[in-house]
DNA sequence: TTTAAAAACTGACAATAATCACTTTTCATA
DNA sequence: TATGAAAAGTGATTATTGTCAGTTTTTAAA
């Protein structure tokens, strides 16, 4: 469905992202030459293998990126929200998507077309820093993630990824912290890196230890400290 | 040991990295305020937690970048050659370095100090491409390795691991490839993020099943298409 | 409200990989 | 070339995780 715009000049999520700094001019040809449209849950916004047309940015809910391994499995690399980019790697390396984006939680999402894009990247160095910082510091968060996928266990990526969630999506309540957003025990096992029964196990076995809560879809983390003592060592 | 500089004009492992297409005044610039070291296998270039102060260039020889994970175990990350640029990311998210750079063939490397290679990147846009680029190119291997690392066995992992290494070291003989690297069974492990024993028989499995074989310190690759279906499907 | 499908969950079992406690081989150097 | 240390290799055992074949619960739509 194709939304009415919304300026980017205008733009709370703007604030949050990569174009907080752009001048007022910048935001209008990208305002311009964008496209808003709002998405229901499982709708895609693009396909692995396919090329990119532009960039895509997150005004509101939230999208998961997932790459298929060669053997056919499944991996979550990422949950967008509000203020993230989608999909600028890809283009920047001239490349198709290595992976495909979908909506899990209801979302508004901006289009901006290639020459948009490239346009800003090209005429504001400013910008093309961030951009540059931003990547970098991805790398980063892609090496810690390679590491801990394969020197720790199960158990301690579990522990690892709900503390990562309740960062991101966390809203603290009277008891403990409640991650607002809702993925399956599927999900959680293509982003952990394992099958959805040994999510399901170590899940109840959290809650048995009072780690976690489970309050219907939603899952409240009530034990950080001890959470992040597993997600470092061997028990 | 401090080495007589060799201007990067005349270097001919430039053309193979980043700094390919600099115009001869950049390369005079980055040449003036450049050091090149001679290293032997076993020092270490730079380590995780310190802060970057320029970034590395590898004349010759190989370097190998690991990273801690939190549990103590350690996670080889990355293998850098000839033209290859490292440190680049950490000095970019101007952030402390996220991994240890050791050489495990004796090197040559350029250092180049943060001022003069901020100044080209600065100066001259495409070359500042061409790094955004080449990160983002990085961002998907990485996307890549951590789907492999979490969806696929180890089996798989080792047997992509060796494709891997044929590609960027291998030289062909008579009989197969060679991997022009000595790496020890704990580096082969700890590349592809398990056991030393574990690799140590799966080397010697497929040593029987005649997708590899052992001459002296290094690996010959006689079966890569037998290797692939291994990378790639649970047999 | 019924009903079919999807998701969550459970138990048994098998497979994979880690760990430990060695032996053998290789290598550097005294 | 002797020798001690490091690396490679082996075997037995255990722990972890995956797979399969279900049941129960939840959800969405008729």
Chains 1, 2 share one sequence.
């Not at 001019?25 to 090329?51: C, D, P, R, V």
């Amino acid at each position: 469905m194709r939304d009415p715009k919304e300026a980017c000049e205008i733009c709370l999520s703007r604030k949050l992202s990569l174009f907080a700094n752009l001048t007022e001019e910048e935001l209008k040809k990208i305002s311009a030459a964008k496209n808003m449209i709002s998405h229901k849950k499982g709708q895609t916004l693009f396909y692995e293998g396919t090329k990119p047309l532009g960039i895509f940015c997150v005004r509101s809910g939230v999208v998961k990126t997932v790459k298929a391994a060669s053997n056919g499995k499944e991996q979550l690399i990422h949950l967008a929200k509000e203020g993230d980019f989608l999909g600028y790697t890809s283009l920047l390396s001239d490349d198709v998507y290595s992976s495909t984006s979908t909506i899990i939680k209801d979302a508004r999402v901006c289009f901006i077309p290639k020459e948009a894009f490239m346009d800003v990247l090209r005429k504001d160095v400013n910008f093309h820093y961030k951009v540059t910082e931003s990547i970098c510091r991805d790398i980063g968060n892609m090496e810690e993630r390679l590491t801990d996928a394969n020197q720790k266990s199960i158990r301690e990526r579990l522990a690892y990824v709900l503390l990562k969630l309740v960062n991101t999506f966390g809203v603290k309540g009277e008891k403990g912290e409640k991650i607002e957003i809702v993925l399956s025990r599927e999900e959680i096992a293509s982003l952990v890196g394992t099958a959805t029964e040994t999510i399901i196990r170590l899940l109840s076995e959290f809650k048995k230890d009072k780690l976690i809560a489970l309050q219907g879809k939603y899952i409240l983390v009530l034990d950080k400290k001890t959470l992040s003592k597993v997600a470092d060592f061997y028990q």
